[in-house]
């Protein structure tokens, strides 16, 4: 029995120390895990899909020809695949897609007599735009547009 309280005494726990250290380098790891984690996620959260109107016209010209003209920014920080436009005539509709447009960069379309598409000068057309972003997020907005004569 001696024998066995002499082994008991013999053991020891790890230094303080050693101990100190090793809780320095969990709580170092937890940090960077959490700092990791939070800044992905603010990453992710702050990419946004937008899109400006910089111009619009439309113009029903002195010989009957209808010019619709359109300016879009890419106001958002994240790459658009596509920015769709919409414009409601008095009769038919004017869609067309504006393609590759980087953060900050604008893009201009322009479209004269398009098929079926009528307006009256005077008159408010409403405009609707669908940005798609690389990674598949979307944003719509919608506008009007007074057509002129001129």
Known sequence: MN????LKSD?????????????IAIT????????????ATAGTISARTQVEIESVNLVKTT????????????TGNKFLNSVTYTVTGDTGTLTATLNNLQPGQSLSDTKTNPAGFSVTPGKTYPVSITA?????????????VLASSG
Do not use: C, E, M
Not at 3 to 6: F, I, M, T, V
Not at 11 to 23: F, K, M
Not at 28 to 39: E, I, R
């Open 3 to 6: 024998h066995l309280g002499k």
């Open 11 to 23: 053991r020891r726990a790890i230094s303080p120390i050693l101990a100190t250290i090793v809780l």
């Open 28 to 39: 170092v790891a937890g940090g960077l895990l959490v700092y990791n984690v939070f800044f």
């Open 63 to 74: 010989s009957g020809a209808t010019v619709f003209s359109i300016t879009l920014q890419n």
């Open 132 to 144: 798609t972003a690389s990674d598949g997020s979307t944003a719509q907005y919608t506008s009007s």
